[in-house]
């Protein structure tokens, strides 16, 4: 989290609420005994509803007991600091630094818009907010020592999401600060589970990250997606070891708090664990019987990145990709005819059409509505194009260096993607907002009409390109 977004952080955002009051008649006696039983260092004095002053711990020592008052004889209002000084709830946090540097204090009272009192905010407010950056949940997964402390660092990181959003920070950052947690979290989950029972384990394998984790463009409510590849001449026991790592991994991951993979697509499971040789093979089966299950299976898998181990398995298995892929359309017709399958959800007059019917009713699926339509044709035709880059922007900008796509195509296509991800992550800020389960369902009524006006752009666009997919694929030709 950048410096100038911490400073533009409203009071309100970190001010504390729960505030300790009393009458400006309450002797100081009470006073005292008050802030001792419920541990705090100042005391705000109200008159009904009007904050009128503040008693700190400073007041008690220099105003009370090094003159040898009897505090049984004053109360409040005696040694109060009078004017209260105040700032908004929706002033900045840099506006509540400079009046407490000004003032030389180290608190304000914080109001709303009538003069209402909200809360309290304090220079170590400000302090707290480094527990709430990106740098130091960074720091935290990098000292962890156990799993469960990694399932609580993944709790925060969701509500880290939600802070930052609120501090304005651009959703493609937001998408970046993400993937690079998740990377760190589950790297250190792996380092973990070796040390503790698999000293002897192979260094010869990688461990792979597949689909939107892939491309580094998860969102907060992406299951796990992985898979492993390992040298061919490797012996039994050095299998079975790998074998009981993956297993015991996975199971490590579900416990943090990661979903499982409705599919089966973890590294648990043989299927998603082999050799170099064989994951050629099952490469080979799906490039020449695109089936459903194939298609979906190798899409996920075009998208590998290694995030544990040694690179040079996924540099050889891209290649291999390319290779089979070249000259051979036959699987990316198929993979992109799925793609152009899901239909903005647009009707005549170009309005936006929501679910009419169930939980959803009124809400858009945000990832069918255009997300995974853009991801797998741009996917496609990197591929067609012998484009290794995993990253959505990526593949767009190599596409048009390659002149396939048009520079005005190209910054539309990313311009929708880009707004269609942030309202995919916008649904899941809600649902944790409301503590439910994520999803990628967001209320159109949840949207102004500039952004409903964004959304019917950014859809018109993703129908636009599905129809330059049909045109090169020749989709025309193809019964599906």
Request: aromatic share 6%.
């Amino acid at each position: 989290m950048s410096a100038e977004n911490v400073f533009f952080t409203p009071v309100s955002k970190i001010c504390q609420t729960d505030v300790v009051t009393c009458a400006p008649d309450l002797p100081l006696i009470e006073v005292a005994e008050l802030m001792r039983a419920r541990n705090i260092s100042s005391l705000l004095v109200r008159d009904g509803e009007e904050p009128v002053g503040i008693v700190t711990d400073r007041d008690l020592r220099n105003k009370v007991v090094a003159p040898g008052i009897d505090p049984r004889e004053r109360c409040a209002r005696d040694i109060m600091n009078s004017p209260l000084v105040t700032i908004r709830e929706s002033d900045y946090l840099f506006e509540a630094l400079y009046l407490m540097s000004r003032r030389r204090i180290h608190r304000l009272c914080v109001v709303d818009a009538e003069g209402k009192l909200r809360g309290i905010v304090t220079d170590t407010d400000a302090l707290r907010l480094h527990s709430r950056s990106p740098q130091q949940l960074m720091k935290e997964i990098e000292e962890a020592e156990t799993p469960a402390e990694l399932k609580t660092l993944r709790e925060r990181m969701e509500h880290l999401v939600l802070h930052l959003r609120g501090t304005g920070v651009a959703t493609r950052d937001l998408v970046q600060t993400v993937a690079l947690l998740n990377d760190r979290l589950l790297i250190r989950l792996i380092e973990l589970v070796r040390a503790a029972r698999y000293p002897d384990l192979t260094d010869r394998f990688a461990f792979l990250v597949l689909g939107s984790e892939g491309r580094r463009e998860q969102t907060l409510a992406t299951d796990q997606d992985n898979a492993i590849v390992y040298a061919d001449d490797l012996s039994e026991d050095e299998l079975e070891r790998l074998r009981a790592f993956s297993v015991d991994l996975i199971d490590n991951l579900i416990d943090i708090g990661v979903p499982a993979c409705s599919g089966g697509i973890m590294a648990k499971n043989p299927e998603w664990r082999r050799s170099v040789s064989g994951w050629k093979q099952i490469l080979d089966k799906w490039l020449r019987t695109p089936t459903p299950a194939n298609i979906l299976a190798g899409s996920m898998f075009f998208d590998l990145r290694t995030l544990y181990g040694d690179e040079s398995f996924e540099q050889e298995l891209k290649a291999d990709i390319i290779a089979k892929l070249h000259g051979n359309n036959l699987f990316l017709v198929h993979s992109v005819s799925n793609a152009v399958a899901f239909l903005p959800p647009l009707d005549w007059f170009g309005r936006v059409k929501t679910e009419r019917r169930g939980p959803h009713r009124g809400c858009i699926e945000v990832k069918k509505a255009g997300v995974f339509a853009i991801t797998e044709g741009l996917k496609a035709m990197a591929l067609q194009a012998g484009i290794g880059e995993g990253r959505t922007h990526d593949r767009v900008r190599g596409l048009q260096q390659a002149g396939i796509l048009e520079a005005h195509q190209a910054d539309s296509l990313l311009a929708a993607f880009d707004f269609l991800i942030a309202l995919r992550l916008r649904a899941q800020l809600l649902k944790l907002e409301r503590g439910e389960p994520m999803t990628n369902y967001l209320p159109l009524d949840h949207l102004n009409r500039i952004e409903v006006g964004r959304l019917k752009l950014a859809l018109e666009e993703v129908k636009h390109f599905q129809g330059f997919l049909r045109h090169r694929f020749h989709l025309h030709q193809v019964s599906r």
